[in-house]
């Protein structure tokens, strides 16, 4: 299947700064990519989709100048969580769509993010 | 009605059993079923999907059993490992073009179900 990279795994920050997280398709085009949130024990929720070379669209209740979405290609998509405090720790996982048109997505490992 | 109901939320099952986990969706306009398996740190893997079209899909020992009048599709994992043990999705989407800006669809996932499989 297709592979989709996310860097870092981990990650750990103070209050206050900005973290910025990669999101890759190694060896397909994604037009459309999509971010996710998942708290432990929980279900994936779905922030943004993002598509490559126009505005993320958030789905309701995420900020989005607090969760700033760039695709600026077609196999990296970031995520920058920006003023991050301890309540944006989480994990957080993206998925891209193989192109052509497809209903297939496959996800990344996920981004461990922990604010102290 | 965008809502996929799973369950149960824990599963305990003997190796060599059969895990049967089970998820019901509203949204009739739903055309396409994928299943997700989920180790704890690691992100989703696809795992088996299923269109509204076909009533039974098989890979290996996962099955995919569909029930497009009674909106419901169940999991079937046969022989259940231990190394089975998992939290598993099931999710559905909107065919494609209907509600996306993109070239693919958003999934609405289930709760999820912790499967554990005893030796």
């Known amino acids: 299947g297709a592979v989709v990279s996310q860097h870092p795994s981990r990650v750990i920050c103070k209050s206050g700064t900005s973290v910025k997280i990669e999101c890759r398709s190694l060896d397909f085009q994604a037009t459309t990519m999509f971010w996710y949130r998942q708290f432990p024990k929980q279900s994936l929720m779905l922030m943004a989709t993002s598509n490559e070379g126009s505005k993320a669209t958030y789905e309701q209740g995420v900020e989005k100048d607090k969760f700033l979405i760039n695709h600026a290609s077609l196999t990296l998509s970031t995520l920058t969580v920006t003023s991050a405090h301890p309540e944006d720790s989480s994990f957080y996982i993206c998925s891209a769509g193989t192109s052509p048109l497809t209903d297939t997505q496959y996800f990344g490992p996920g981004t461990r993010l922990t604010v102290l | 009605q965008q809502q996929v109901k799973q369950s149960p939320q824990s599963l305990i099952v003997q190796k060599g059993g059969i895990s049967i986990i089970n998820c019901a969706y509203e949204?009739?306009?739903?055309?396409?079923f994928p299943w997700y398996q989920q180790f704890p740190g690691k992100g989703p893997a696809l795992l088996i999907a299923i269109r509204p079209d076909v009533s039974e899909k098989k890979e290996g020992r996962f099955t995919i059993s569909f029930n497009k009048s009674a909106k419901q599709f169940s999991l079937h994992i046969m022989d259940s490992q231990p190394g089975d043990s998992a939290t598993y999705f099931c999710?559905?989407?909107?065919?494609?073009?209907?509600?996306?800006?993109?070239?693919?669809?958003?999934?609405?996932f289930g709760t999820g179900t912790r499967l554990q499989v005893t030796l």
């Open positions: 949204n009739t306009a739903f055309d396409y």
């Open positions: 999710a559905a989407s909107l065919p494609l073009g209907t509600i996306n800006t993109g070239t693919a669809s958003k999934l609405t």
